[in-house]
């Protein structure tokens, strides 16, 4: 009898444990695809296929081109927006509802510099090696010359500025999909907030 009750005792500790084990297991893969800061040097298509530094006054004229377009970007119906909150960098990125799904990775530069890029495995292209499917990045802070070649939008948001950086196009697999993408996120750009 004894000898029972320790073999239903052993099986329903095991039963237990496996539960256990398989919760855990579902926690870790559902939390998969949620990214945290991880402290590396970037290294995205754009860098990859290089970027040309331009001279003071081109910096300039491209400056105010960029502010020029930013201005004369139309206002967008707050309905059509979704959002999406980006911890680390402390605020909530807007884009426009009806794109498939994406990823974020929150990382640092080499300089400090904090920036989010987001990615999409659908658009991940055998041209590049090692192409993550980057749709675009948004830089806090952009201070350096090759951030602010990179900048197509910019965004003041209490005593932070923020950019916006498209990823280019070379490396995709899908350029539709990822001009959808891209003007999603320029269309709700102007209204990134702070959390």
């Given amino acids: 009898m004894a000898r029972i009750q320790s073999k239903t005792r052993l099986i329903v500790a095991i039963a237990v444990l496996v539960i256990v084990l398989i919760i855990v297991g579902l926690a870790v893969f559902a939390n998969k695809g949620k990214k945290e800061v991880t402290p590396t040097t970037p290294n995205t298509p754009a860098q990859q296929q290089g970027v040309t530094t ?19 970007t139309p206002a967008v119906d707050p309905t059509t927006l979704s959002s999406i909150d980006i911890t680390p960098l402390g605020i909530s990125v807007f884009y426009t509802k009806g794109i498939p799904g994406f990823e974020f990775t929150a990382k640092r530069t080499a300089n400090q510099t904090q920036y989010v890029e987001f990615t999409s495995s659908d658009l991940i292209g055998a041209k590049c ?7 675009v990045s948004i830089i806090k802070n952009p201070s350096s010359t090759e ?20 990823a280019g196009k070379g490396c995709t697999s899908n350029a539709d999909l990822l001009d959808r993408y891209q003007t999603a996120f320029t269309n709700g750009f102007p209204s990134l907030k702070a959390l």
């Fill in 54 to 72: 331009k001279d003071a006054s081109t910096t300039e004229t491209d400056a105010t081109e960029a502010a020029a377009a930013q201005t004369t």
């Fill in 129 to 135: 090696t090692d192409d993550a499917g980057l749709i």
């Fill in 147 to 166: 951030d602010q070649a990179t900048i197509s939008q910019t965004v003041k948001v209490g005593d932070d500025s923020y950019g916006l950086s498209l």
